[in-house]
């Protein structure tokens, strides 16, 4: 549907803006809540992200045995784990050009195939 342009609308609840031409709200309340709005969406968004990170981390430290420093696990189990190889914190290419993924302190490295091999990363 086609709006006139005088029929300005807040951006809270969809009201005409009685008013100058520029505002965006009726009033202060509308505005704040609108703000509100936005940043709980920013949250929960960063929340979701925060736990998938969390959840692959876990997944990363169950399958590496503590006292050993390497293990290799396979793309289908990762999966069944529920991890998510979207998320990563961030990447390392070792000295051989591998690129390493990490999830914080835990990371993996495609081999071949489907094959990961798991790391903790060393304290620097
Ligand atoms: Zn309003």
């Known amino acids: 549907m086609l709006q006139q342009k005088e029929a300005k609308t807040c951006l809270f609840c969809d009201k005409p803006i009685k008013?100058?031409?520029d505002k965006k709200?009726?009033?202060d309340y509308c505005r704040v809540?609108?703000?509100n709005a936005l940043r709980?969406?920013?949250n929960t968004q960063m929340r979701d992200v925060n736990n998938a990170l969390s959840k692959n981390?876990?997944?990363l430290e169950d399958?590496?045995?503590a006292g050993k420093e390497t293990s290799k696990t396979t793309q289908e189990k990762l999966l069944q784990?529920?991890?998510l190889f979207k998320y990563i914190t961030h990447l390392s290419v070792n000295k051989s050009g591998n690129t390493c993924y990490y999830c914080y302190d835990y990371g993996y490295l495609p081999l071949d195939k489907d094959w990961y091999l798991i790391v903790r990363r060393?304290?620097?």
Do not use: M, Q
């Open 33 to 35: 809540a609108y703000n």
């Open 19 to 21: 008013g100058r031409s």
């Open 25 to 27: 709200f009726c009033d």
């Open 122 to 124: 060393k304290e620097e």
């Open 40 to 42: 709980a969406i920013a």
């Open 57 to 59: 981390r876990r997944i």
């Open 63 to 65: 399958l590496l045995p």
């Open 81 to 83: 784990k529920g991890f």
